[in-house]
């Protein structure tokens, strides 16, 4: 099982980033999708998560700011992050759960550094 996060990078205050997670060996159509972040001395926390069924939940501080969405087809997440802040500087991951399975596996981070 592979999980593989891009887009990352260094982005001004206000600006926007996409991120895109792309899975391999899994059935992805089957598993709910998530995008946590980890900032430096702090826990990781999650930031938005989607279902099989695409009905998605975000935390409070990204809401209305961030999108998640999944491609069934391309079996891929994405992340689109508009209004971007100092705050969200993060690495941010990716994972891929079926709960009534106790299947949970993770992608390596791609890091998101928000300037002033």
């Known amino acids: 099982v592979q999980l593989q996060a891009s887009g990352g990078g260094l982005v001004q205050a206000g600006g926007s980033l996409r991120l895109s997670c792309t899975t391999s060996g899994i059935i992805f159509s089957m598993y709910d999708m998530g995008w946590y972040r980890q900032a430096p001395g ?3 926390e999650l930031v938005a998560r989607i279902n099989s069924s695409r009905r998605p939940n975000y935390a409070d501080s990204v809401k209305g700011r961030f999108t998640i969405s ?3 087809a391309k079996n891929t997440v994405y992340l689109q992050m508009d209004s ?3 705050e969200d ?3 941010y991951y990716c ?3 079926r709960a009534a399975y106790r299947l949970l596996y993770w992608g390596q981070g791609t890091q998101v550094t928000v300037s002033s």
């Open 84 to 86: 971007l802040k100092q």
């Open 95 to 97: 994972n891929a759960e």
């Open 42 to 44: 702090k826990q990781r």
């Open 70 to 72: 999944r491609d069934n």
């Open 89 to 91: 500087t993060a690495v």
